[in-house]
């Protein structure tokens, strides 16, 4: 069941979130269960239920209005229904039948205020502690507030409290079914900020304490970024180190696949680190800023997320030597390097848990993964044998005795060859902070989490916290949110647990709209903004921006070979705010389908390469190295039509106009600079569409097409 307990109180008459419980029967529960829902992005993990008494357990969650579809379930999505809520819906979840209970949150309440078309005191909400809502960007304060839609014709920002300035307007900027986004942006340092809304026949302050409270809100511990981090709107290159270059054939696996041919593998292809080493050039010629490497610590497989040794470099990818040499030669070209931390999970040969199996129960590591027995006695003896054998054979293949068997831990989806962290212990956290500050004393430069979407939040924030006092900002952690159904980012604190995200969501948007074409311009903007309003800037100028990933097919497959669509999609990753990210291959039309084809050798006959593509990506480098608004500016975007859509980057009165059409055709627009905001000599411009998009760089007396 869940029950709604009330709502935060953020002031005396000023409300945030409300505060659900969600219990249920977990007797004959045989381990621990989760709570799954939008916004733990459908998986197990990041909401655990804690027992209150031998038959309940429960969970307390903070929610904003809304419907919410939950279900308890265990690592291997079991599923618990609850028995005391008859509203379901079922749902495919990796290939299971789930049935979802419903929650609706707040919502007959919020309805019967909208319906009333005028200011509810209730439902106007900011948050000074929730980034999303008010953060420090470079010389700015970014302050937001929402009120229920078509109730406030115009709010106004008032940050000299001797005076009320109507100067400092909010601009709204987004609607969804029930709010109104107001932002605006306050530039230089501000000590208190008080809100004015005009609802049509009165302009009322909004302090504090809530609607006509004239105590103004504390801009002191205001949390955001002072300074420019490189993290901001870096170009990230993504190898796959197995599949990249193999510059040192002596370190290479016993066995290789043939590098030519498609690989339906579990095998190894041979690169290593030295190969890194020896395409470097190329990289720094291409442009790339940081490097974001998939693990490179000892395992038995290819891919190498089953961990075996966090401090070391598997033998097949070549020494710490080769390591330390990497780090050295890509910071002398100015190139960062970003490692994989597989915080989620481990492999069974994995040291501590090689230990929990010699020595049971009694090992000081039991706790440190969650088995679903209380001791190895209760596991068949069948199973123990063959799991032997497993070890034995160094992790390498999951003897077939153990494949239609469960594993007696919990793993990452049931996977023999991946248990789980147990990352409420706070030993175990301890040990993930020394790998981090070791591999932080050899150089990196950050690290992106691994199914971080299965990992409690107090865990991501107590390591992001780590790094960030460790390092000041100059380390970037970035997660894994990978979501089913759902938009991800908006659910998770960013800014709180971490700086960025892999943006699967942005990516899944832009493939509906330019390839698939199943959205138009207005859905596809809408959903952008969605995302935008719940994020601070800081997060939004870091977010990592794909369109392709080691799990997901090329986007040279998708866009079936498609040169101009593809210079359309990379022009607007390359334009909208957040970080753009290549996934090795792709900047030369790289071919791959599902997994594992996505991990094909990468292609260095130079023939073979689709220069048209690569030269339009290494322009859009340039552009963002050298026309600061797009790589650190603020953002609006809007639909032009159905197809077309412009994307204005904006940063200390310089300008970047962004214009793209996904119809073959190019067409003609003329934009209304005054409209935009935007000082200049001229007051409007017409501008062609060409396919790949047009870019125009404008200030106060320079027009120029850069694109």
Request: with cysteine.
């Given at each position: 069941m869940y029950i709604v307990k009330g709502r935060e109180k953020l002031g005396e008459r000023r409300f945030g979130k409300y505060i659900v419980v969600f219990k249920t029967n977990c007797s004959r529960s045989p381990t621990r269960l989760y709570l799954i829902s939008q916004f733990t992005l459908f998986f197990p993990g990041r909401i655990i239920l804690q027992k209150t008494d031998e038959n309940t357990c429960e969970t307390t969650v903070s929610l904003y209005e809304g419907v919410y579809e939950y279900a308890f379930v265990d690592s291997e999505l079991s599923h618990y229904i609850d028995p005391d809520n008859e509203k379901v819906t079922v749902k495919d979840l990796l290939g299971r039948k789930i049935a979802f209970s419903i929650a609706e949150i707040g919502v007959r309440e919020l309805e019967e205020a909208a319906g009333k078309g005028s200011l509810s005191p209730e439902y106007i909400e900011h948050d000074e502690k929730d980034p999303a809502f008010a953060s420090k960007y470079l010389n700015y304060y970014v302050l937001r507030i929402r009120t229920l839609r078509n109730s406030a014709k115009d709010v106004y920002i008032a940050t000299d409290l001797a005076e009320f300035k109507p100067r400092d307007r909010a601009s709204m900027i987004y609607s969804d079914k029930y709010y109104d986004y107001f932002e605006a942006i306050v530039p230089n340092s501000i000590s208190e900020y008080l809100f004015y809304i005009d609802n049509g026949s009165d302009i009322i302050p909004y302090g504090y304490n809530g609607l006509y409270s004239q105590e103004p809100f504390n801009a002191k511990n205001i949390s955001g970024i002072d300074e420019v981090y490189w993290w901001l709107g870096t170009v990230y290159y993504h190898i796959f180190p197995d599949s990249f270059y193999n510059g040192?054939?002596?370190?290479?696996?016993?066995?290789?696949?043939?590098?030519?041919?498609?690989?339906?593998?579990?095998?190894?292809?041979?690169?290593?680190?030295?190969?890194?080493?020896?395409?470097?050039?190329?990289?720094?010629?291409?442009?790339?800023?940081?490097?974001?490497?998939?693990?490179?610590?000892?395992?038995?497989?290819?891919?190498?997320?089953?961990?075996?040794?966090?401090?070391?470099?598997?033998?097949?990818?070549?020494?710490?030597?080769?390591?330390?040499?990497?780090?050295?030669?890509?910071?002398?070209?100015?190139?960062?390097?970003?490692?994989?931390?597989?915080?989620?999970?481990?492999?069974?040969?994995?040291?501590?848990?090689?230990?929990?199996i010699q020595e049971g129960h009694n090992s000081k590591y039991w706790d440190y993964f969650y088995f679903t027995v209380r001791d190895l006695n209760q596991v068949e003896d069948y199973t123990l044998e063959a799991f032997y054998k497993y070890l034995e054979g160094s992790c390498r293949e999951v003897p077939v005795e153990l494949r239609d068997r469960k594993p007696f831990y919990e793993s990452f989806i049931g996977l023999w060859s991946m248990p789980k962290w147990n990352l409420a212990n706070p030993e175990v956290i301890e040990y993930f902070k020394d790998v981090v500050g070791y591999w932080l004393n050899l150089g990196v430069d950050g690290f992106r989490i691994d199914v971080a979407h299965g990992i409690p939040d107090s865990s991501l924030k107590e390591m992001y916290r780590y790094i960030v006092e460790r390092n000041s900002r100059e380390k970037v952690v970035i997660l894994e949110l990978l979501g089913y159904w759902t938009s991800a980012i908006k659910y998770y604190p960013l800014g709180l647990i971490g700086d960025s995200a892999m943006n699967y969501e942005l990516r899944s948007l832009i493939l509906d709209f330019f390839v698939h074409k199943s959205i138009d311009a207005y859905e596809f903007v809408k959903s952008i903004l969605d995302q935008y309003v719940h994020q601070p800037y800081w997060v939004l100028n870091s977010l990592y921006n794909l369109l392709g990933s080691h799990d997901t097919p090329r986007i040279y497959t998708l866009s079936k070979g498609n040169i101009e669509l593809l210079k359309n999609m990379y022009t607007f990753l390359f334009t909208i705010m957040g970080s753009p990210a290549i996934y090795y291959g792709d900047e030369i039309g790289l071919e791959g389908g599902n997994d594992p084809d996505h991990r094909r050798y990468m292609e260095w006959q130079r023939e073979k390469w689709r220069y048209e593509l690569l030269e339009h990506i290494m322009k859009l480098i340039e552009l963002r190295k050298t026309i600061k608004p797009l790589k650190l500016g603020f953002t609006r975007i809007k639909p032009i039509d159905r197809d077309a859509l412009l994307i204005h980057r904006y940063l200390y009165e310089e300008n970047a106009l962004i214009l793209l059409s996904r119809e073959e055709n190019p067409i003609t627009i003329r934009i209304n600079l005054v409209q935009l905001g935007i000082n200049s000599h001229l007051q409007e411009l017409e501008a062609r569409i060409p396919s790949g998009g047009r870019i125009i760089y404008v200030n106060s007396n320079t027009l120029k097409t850069l694109l």
């Open positions: 040192d054939p002596s370190n290479d696996p016993p066995v290789k696949l043939p590098i030519n041919e498609v690989p339906r593998r579990r095998g190894y292809l041979g690169g290593d680190l030295r190969g890194v080493i020896e395409k470097l050039e190329y990289l720094s010629q291409l442009g790339v800023e940081a490097l974001y490497l998939t693990p490179i610590y000892k395992s038995p497989s290819y891919h190498r997320y089953d961990v075996v040794d966090y401090k070391s470099i598997d033998p097949y990818l070549g020494t710490i030597d080769d390591f330390k040499e990497l780090v050295e030669k890509a910071h002398s070209r100015g190139i960062k390097l970003i490692l994989d931390l597989v915080l989620h999970h481990t492999s069974p040969c994995m040291e501590y848990f090689k230990k929990v």
